[in-house]
């Protein structure tokens, strides 16, 4: 039996009636762009929409400091550690709330009390007191069965040397992506002072350097690990304690400055808000973050579903606090330059399962065994003070990869109306350099046209 497979590719993406029955969508692209094409000015694989970076590779001034720093150190046992400490984090789980604690808690007891045909509001204060002492071993128990035990991760010497080991060549790709999408689209842009807040072995620093150069006089960077700063500087000393820091303008602190004077071109938080014990603890460090901002913050997690949904925490905080300026006087209007079209609710995390991520390809530090070219998943925020401006054009942006098959393109994207939208491009219905431009995307790519109508995602 001849098999389909253009119908069966379009099967994944949902039941093919809907296809068949769906409402066309408008699609509409400048006729400027579309003259720059026809006259091979621009070629469509480089549409201004395209956000690819070349596969990202850790510089070899760092990888060679790298290798100063782990000289007479067991490098096959720290990598495999480095491993181990990696595939932790990406499991990590937001903290448990007390609030959460206490009502399960409340559950167990009365499952304990249903099993025991008591009934609790016939018992004395007394009797339930004693009750919930002669049962709190096993209600503690319960808990810790049922609920994620969530601990801080201590970074001394030695976890700071795995971390270093097994994160930086993926965050160097993940920060250096996002900051070339800001110069690209902002390239008038020329930071001058750079915030990172958890700066862990300094990547922050290497990944601006490497887009803006010394454009940046001051890089500020917190981590509360005294010794994860120490192996920062020391990287920035080429391996060699003696040596001079070879970007002289890079300061180290434990803790947030309390002083809210200072404004910072550039406000990064990597992979640090699911270090913190708590939502209240979260929210009142991104509030400091933003009143530290100048222009961009920049907030990234690990692009599972716990780390999307800090992420779209953090998104729905700073958007709400623009809205409440009666509350906040104080906090300037935001909107999301990136990766999101508006500033309205996320329709994935509103309507979906899975969560919206983006993926970077990267070369792995040369201690970890082959260096084949891998893959990083990871969920961000790129905030810009001031309201969306106008001239803005909100293109869609591509939030999955796209479906290439022949004389069609399945894309699947996130619009300005804040939906999801799911497009079948072909030349005959949206044109031929529309189309063309959909077979040249990928997945975070923009799509430099608007998209109306269509089949909603929800």
Not at 136 to 143: A, D, E, H, Q, T
Request: proline share 5%; aromatic share 10%.
């Amino acid at each position: 039996m001849k098999i389909n497979y253009n119908f069966l590719a379009l099967s994944l993406f949902g039941n093919i009636r809907k296809y068949a029955t769906k409402p066309k969508c408008s699609i509409c692209m400048e006729s400027q762009l579309i003259d720059h094409i026809k006259d091979h000015e621009i070629k469509p694989r480089k549409h201004p929409g395209v956000m690819k970076i070349r596969i990202a590779e850790v510089p070899v001034v760092v990888i060679n400091a790298m290798k100063a720093v782990l000289k007479d150190k067991p490098v096959k046992a720290i990598s495999f550690g480095g491993s181990e400490l990696a595939r932790y984090l990406k499991a990590r789980h937001v903290p448990v709330e007390e609030d959460q604690i206490r009502y399960k808690g409340n559950e167990i007891q009365k499952q304990i009390e249903a099993k025991l045909g008591i009934d609790s509001s016939s018992l004395t204060d007394e009797q339930q007191e004693e009750l919930e002492l002669k049962y709190k071993n096993y209600v503690i128990k319960r808990l810790k069965e049922t609920l994620y035990s969530w601990k801080p991760v201590v970074y001394n010497e030695h976890e700071a040397l795995l971390y270093m080991v097994a994160r930086f060549a993926p965050e160097y790709a993940v920060l250096r992506k996002i900051f070339t999408e800001i110069k690209t689209r902002d390239p008038d842009f020329n930071p001058h002072y750079m915030f990172d807040f958890g700066s862990g072995v300094g990547t922050g620093t290497w990944a601006a350097r490497a887009v803006w150069g010394d454009v940046i006089q001051e890089h500020f960077n917190v981590d509360s690990s005294g010794d994860m700063n120490d192996l920062a500087s020391l990287l920035l000393r080429g391996g060699n304690e003696e040596a001079e820091m070879s970007i002289k303008t890079v300061f180290y602190r434990q803790f947030l400055p309390a002083s809210q004077t200072l404004k910072y071109d550039v406000v990064v938080s990597a992979y640090t808000l699911l270090e913190l014990p708590s939502a209240r603890t979260r929210l009142e460090t991104i509030i400091n973050l933003w009143n530290k901002t100048n222009r961009y913050l920049i907030i990234v997690e690990q692009g599972t579903n716990t780390g999307f949904k800090v992420i779209n925490e953090a998104r729905d905080f700073i958007l709400q606090l623009g809205k409440g300026e009666e509350i906040h006087p104080s906090v300037t209007v935001a909107h999301v330059f990136s990766p999101c079209p508006h500033d309205l609710p996320c329709p994935r995390f509103m309507h979906d399962t899975t969560p919206c991520n983006f993926e970077v390809s990267y070369i792995p530090l040369p201690f970890e065994g082959r260096c084949d070219a891998r893959k990083e998943r990871f969920s961000y925020v790129v905030f810009k003070k001031g309201h969306r401006p106008a001239s803005d054009v909100q293109w869609p942006r591509i939030v999955r990869t796209p479906l290439v098959r022949r004389k069609h393109t399945v894309c699947r994207m996130c619009v300005a109306a804040g939906k999801l939208e799911e497009v079948v491009f072909t030349a005959s219905k949206h044109g031929k350099i529309p189309y063309w431009c959909a077979r040249s995307s990928n997945w975070g790519d923009l799509l430099p046209m608007t998209v109306e109508g269509g089949k909603t995602e929800e």
